[in-house]
């Protein structure tokens, strides 16, 4: 090993340690959506120059664990979830990070501003978020205008797409497709949300009838790009079975397991408030989700995991369930932008490991144990 590759190790090692007992402590003291406010514009700030994108790579890029999927190269199957990058604000930051694609929105029809302040709310002991940000988004019109100005980001790039709280659920499908119809030819996806707690009756529309025409009209305005859904994980296994089949049967590309919860694991201040709950308290029902999809298409449907990976251990645990990709939201938050690498380069080593040279190999393997 190189003595720079050691070095550039060892820096990495020292920045996670770093943000463990220094940056974490103080983001702790802020208001929780200000302080990724600031996080975000600190990441813009830091991959704005070509020296800072420089540094970001040596700190925390990862290897390549490539995966071929929807007709796209990614160059690993760690993804950035929704939520995290509302606005599409720091896209070139995340691809500096190594994040092998980017999902950005949720976005409306129509500009909102959410829900009211507080909504955003922290739990250490747990790794965990509570947020019932309500969809606060610019609006398609003005999410179009901002990604037709920004620079692409080289890696995949989906878009979340969600109903404004103005429009009736009689009329939610004309919301959705508008959203596709505006923002659609800067994007390379898209992921019909209709499973966030945080839009009164939303998810209703994860009936079938509801939900076959919503996709029915996004289809209409999404070309030949996917579309994928994403569901709560607090439905039943029938529920989601049911879904499972609308989403396929109408040439969706694959669906996103699980978003957030509305289950607790206690009655803590920060757990009785309102909202949905991501981190490590949804890894386990994430998990459960995903098995039940794989085993219900028989692992021929893909599947984007997210809910709770902290490590390579829980991104491992996804994949060898049945998710071909994985997202993180977070364990950003919890442990910082080391993770990526931690991640990536984790399940570098289990596929060699196993005796595997391709991570497509490990997808689903737990299905057959």
């Known amino acids: 090993m190189g003595q720079d590759l050691k070095n550039a190790l060892k820096t990495n090692q020292t920045m996670g340690l770093g943000y463990s007992m220094l940056v974490r402590p103080m983001l702790a003291l802020m208001d929780s959506e200000k ?8 990441l813009r700030m830091a991959s704005f120059t070509f020296l ?5 790579r040596v700190l925390y890029r990862p290897k390549k664990v490539q995966v ?24 070139r930051g995340w691809e500096t990070l190594g994040f092998g694609f980017i999902e950005v929105g949720g976005i409306t029809e129509h500009e909102q501003t959410g829900n009211p302040k507080p909504r955003m709310f922290r739990s250490s002991k747990h790794s965990a978020l509570v947020n019932r940000m309500g969809f606060n988004n610019p609006g398609s019109k003005k999410m179009a205008s901002h990604l037709e100005k920004t620079r692409k980001p080289n890696v995949p790039l989906f878009l979340n797409v969600g109903k404004s709280k103005i429009t009736s659920l009689e009329d ?11 923002c659609g030819p800067y994007v390379d996806g ?42 709560a994980p607090d439905l039943e296994d029938l529920q989601i079975k049911s879904i499972v089949d609308t989403a396929k049967g109408m040439g969706c590309a ?9 289950a607790r694991p206690d009655e803590s201040d920060v757990m009785s408030q309102k909202g949905g709950l991501s981190g490590k308290p949804l890894n386990k029902r994430s998990t459960e ?81």
Request: net charge negative; no cysteine.
């Open 35 to 42: 302080a990724h406010k600031r996080a975000l514009l600190g």
């Open 52 to 56: 800072g994108r420089m540094l970001l």
């Open 68 to 91: 071929e999927e929807f007709g796209m190269v990614f160059e690993n199957p760690l993804g950035l979830a929704a939520g995290m990058d509302k606005k599409a604000e720091a896209m």
């Open 172 to 182: 939610a499908h004309f919301d959705y497709a508008k959203t596709v119809e505006m």
């Open 190 to 231: 898209f992921v019909i949300n209709v499973s966030s707690p945080n839009t009164p009756n939303l998810r209703e529309l994860q009936k079938d009838e509801d939900l076959a025409r919503i996709i029915s009209e996004v289809m209409k305005y999404s070309g030949d790009k996917p579309v994928l859904v994403k569901i």
């Open 254 to 262: 694959g669906i996103v397991a699980t978003n957030t919860t509305l």
């Open 289 to 369: 989700v995903i098995r039940l999809i794989a085993d219900h298409t028989d692992g021929n449907w893909p599947i984007i995991g997210v809910g709770g990976i902290s490590d390579s251990d829980d991104a491992w645990e996804k994949i060898t369930n049945g998710a071909t990709l994985i997202q993180i939201y977070s364990s950003m938050v919890f442990n910082g932008a080391s993770v990526v690498r931690e991640i990536v380069n984790g399940l570098e080593k289990k596929l060699n490991s196993k005796g595997l040279t391709d991570l497509q190999q490990a997808v689903g393997i737990a299905r057959g144990e």
